[in-house]
């Protein structure tokens, strides 16, 4: 089955800084990547999502890119806000079966 | 659109005792999950439903685990009896098709 490693574990940036976060997948027929973002005491929440025959994709700030022959794929997140701090999680999905990463707990300091 | 609703939000039980988690989905939305997530960890996927039936339920412990969708709308989760292991946030989930999945604000368990 899918396998996704996700890094770093624990990220710090200050504010205004950007904020990257790499993840692999082990399945080629992979073909739907998606970030959730959790905060404290919820279910983690949809940000920005990637299918396979798109490189890279931009909302606001964040961003997603997409590499299907190194199997890998990045979120980034500039202009970093406080409220940007929680926990993120890649997931790698073919036909509605999703794995996740194991998650990113970012904190930017004001 | 409402979102993924679940109950309780909290619950604290003794080991060995039951306990049942109720999710309700997305109207529309044809596939429900179940996830497991501990403490430090990504969501672990317990069982997948597609409308009643099941599609994945490889990791559910079944020994102590099972889950109902009987009506293809919403779903029940049970854990009999239940371990200290246990102890953890349940998510549920929905999706239509290949996209994203909306997530619940999950069920924490404490067993003691």
């Known amino acids: 089955g899918e396998n996704v490693e996700q890094h770093p574990s624990t990220l710090s940036v200050q504010e205004g800084d950007s904020a990257v976060i790499k993840c692999t997948y082990s399945?080629?027929?992979?073909?739907?990547f998606p970030w959730y973002k959790q905060e404290l005491g919820k279910g983690p929440q949809l940000i920005i999502d990637i299918r396979s025959n798109v490189g890279e994709k931009k909302d606001q700030r964040i961003a997603v890119t997409l590499n299907k022959t190194a199997k890998h794929f990045s979120l980034h997140i500039t202009e970093t806000q406080p409220e940007d701090s929680a926990v993120y999680f890649c997931a790698a999905s073919v036909d509605n079966d999703m794995r996740f990463g194991a998650g990113t707990r970012l904190t930017v300091k004001p | 659109e409402a979102g993924v609703a679940q109950s309780p939000r909290y619950k604290i039980i003794e080991k060995r005792q039951s306990v049942a988690f109720w999710c309700n989905p997305i109207s529309g939305h044809a596939t429900l999950y179940w996830y497991q997530q501990i403490l430090g960890q990504g969501p672990k996927l317990l069982i997948q439903f597609q409308n009643n039936g099941v599609v994945d339920d490889s990791q559910l412990p079944k020994d102590r685990f099972s889950a109902e969708r009987l009506k293809g709308v919403d779903s029940t989760l049970k854990i009999q009896p239940a371990k200290l292991e246990d102890s953890a946030v349940y998510l549920c989930?929905?999706?239509?098709?290949?996209?994203?999945?909306?997530f619940g604000s999950g069920t924490r368990l404490t067993v003691v």
């Open positions: 989930a929905s999706s239509h098709r290949n996209s994203g999945y909306t």
């Open positions: 399945d080629s027929a992979s073909n739907y």
